[in-house]
């Protein structure tokens, strides 16, 4: 993976997703814990962190971003408008730049944040936390090249990247943003049915987390579409086709399609559209 192009990083916010994030920095070799800090205003958890990775912690944001290179906007979107105050912005390095985790917080309101820094701006999933996220990013015109490869860099660290553009993220919001939702939902469902067969309750979910898992990471590894490796395991007349018949029956296909649907229709409310 190789180092990144930056000396120092700073977090505001140090939730779950910064969390995971800072697991793979660290773990990947990017930059030494000390030349990290997080702005954690819960100083138990502040604490935590510290003795997690050895990163340097504080409850004042202001200090955090005071010689970072990168600040890394780790906050919920409702949080923004409390934590990234205009003094937070004015306490950055001039030449500095701004990474952006926020889910629904476009390239427009960054800018607003932040004016006249470069932005990049994420939309990450939470098996980051397991090192096999899914992260979309995308970038405004004054991000430079190196810049690119150094949040290439990050997020490869924890999981897979597609650089997209900005109008894609609402759809991948919908799709990889939201999906590990759907999967739990799927596997719960799944362990239940197993224990209805007979299955003890953490081997049914064992069963029904690594099959989902799996099937993942074999669609992926393969390059097959879907359909053809849904086609291996379908043999006429079968045990599978008969599963596959009910959960059509049940509408399962359109279920996603209306969760999709649903999740843009709910992200344009949030944006005041």
Avoid at 93 to 110: F, H, P, R
Avoid at 246 to 269: C, I, M, P, S, T
Wanted: one cysteine or more; charged letters at 20%.
């Amino acid at each position: 993976m190789g180092q990144i192009a930056v000396k120092k990083i700073a977090f505001i916010g140090g939730g779950a997703m910064a969390k995971a994030i800072i697991k793979g920095i660290i773990g990947g070799g990017l930059i030494a814990p000390e030349m990290i800090t997080v702005g954690e205003p819960t100083e138990a958890h502040a604490r935590s962190l510290h003795e997690a990775f050895g990163v340097n912690v504080t409850t004042d944001n202001k200090e955090a971003v005071k010689d970072a290179d990168l600040v890394i906007f780790a906050v919920k979107p409702q949080v923004a408008p409390v934590a990234l105050v205009p003094e937070l912005i004015t306490a950055m390095k001039k030449d500095a730049w701004v990474l952006s985790i926020m889910g629904s917080v476009t390239l427009e309101q960054l800018h607003a944040y932040a004016p006249g820094f470069p932005v990049v701006r994420t939309m990450p999933n939470t098996p980051l936390a397991a090192g096999a996220g899914m992260t979309a990013i995308c970038c405004d015109e004054a991000v430079t090249e190196p810049m690119k490869q150094t949040a290439a860099a990050i997020f490869s660290s924890c999981g897979e990247i597609e650089f997209v553009d900005e109008k894609a993220l609402q759809a991948i919001t919908a799709i990889s943003g939201c999906g590990p939702g759907y999967c739990f939902v799927i596997i719960d469902a799944l362990a239940d049915a197993g224990v209805r067969a007979g299955l003890p309750r953490a081997l049914a979910i064992k069963l029904a987390a690594q099959t989902l898992a799996g099937s993942g990471k074999l669609c992926v590894e393969s390059g097959l579409h879907p359909a053809q490796l849904r086609d291996q395991v379908t043999s006429p007349g079968g045990t599978t086709i008969a599963g596959i018949h009910a959960l059509e029956n049940h509408g399962v296909r359109g279920a996603f399609y209306d969760a999709v649907q649903a999740v843009l229709q709910r992200d344009k409310e949030l944006q005041g559209k």
